[in-house]
């Protein structure tokens, strides 16, 4: 079993800039994509960002440019660099693990507000 801490959530004004880090358990685990996904009030969760551990990146659409995902896979981290926030980007955002074997684990969420 894999556990997943995010964190970096929080209020924001629009144009400005959030970093979102995520943890994973130390496990036997092998971590195959890391991702981050969103999920706004009466709306579907949707892909934002995934990165392989070869370092393939996929991106939103609504998201590029503006988002960057990294990850560190000796430290089982992913990151998401959030500039140019705009209130349509408030959700709650969670990060998500994927093996080769499909087996995959999510975190909890982290709120992410965009007003001002």
């Known amino acids: 079993q894999v556990q997943l801490v995010e964190s970096g959530g929080g209020l924001v004004q629009p144009g400005g800039s959030l970093r979102l880090s995520c943890a994973a358990s130390?496990?036997?685990?092998?971590?195959?994509?890391m991702a981050w996904y969103r999920q706004a009030p009466g709306k579907q969760r949707e892909l934002v960002a995934s990165?392989?551990?070869?370092?393939?990146?996929n991106y939103a659409d609504s998201v590029k440019g503006r988002f960057t995902i990294s990850r560190e896979n000796a430290k089982k981290r992913s990151y998401l660099q959030m500039n140019s926030l705009k209130p349509e980007d408030t959700a709650v955002y969670y990060c998500?693990?994927?093996?080769?074997?499909?087996?995959?684990?999510w975190g909890r969420g982290t709120q992410v507000t965009v007003s001002s």
């Open positions: 990165i392989t551990s070869g370092g393939s990146t």
């Open positions: 130390e496990s036997t685990f092998s971590i195959y994509v």
């Open positions: 998500y693990v994927g093996g080769l074997d499909l087996t995959g684990y």
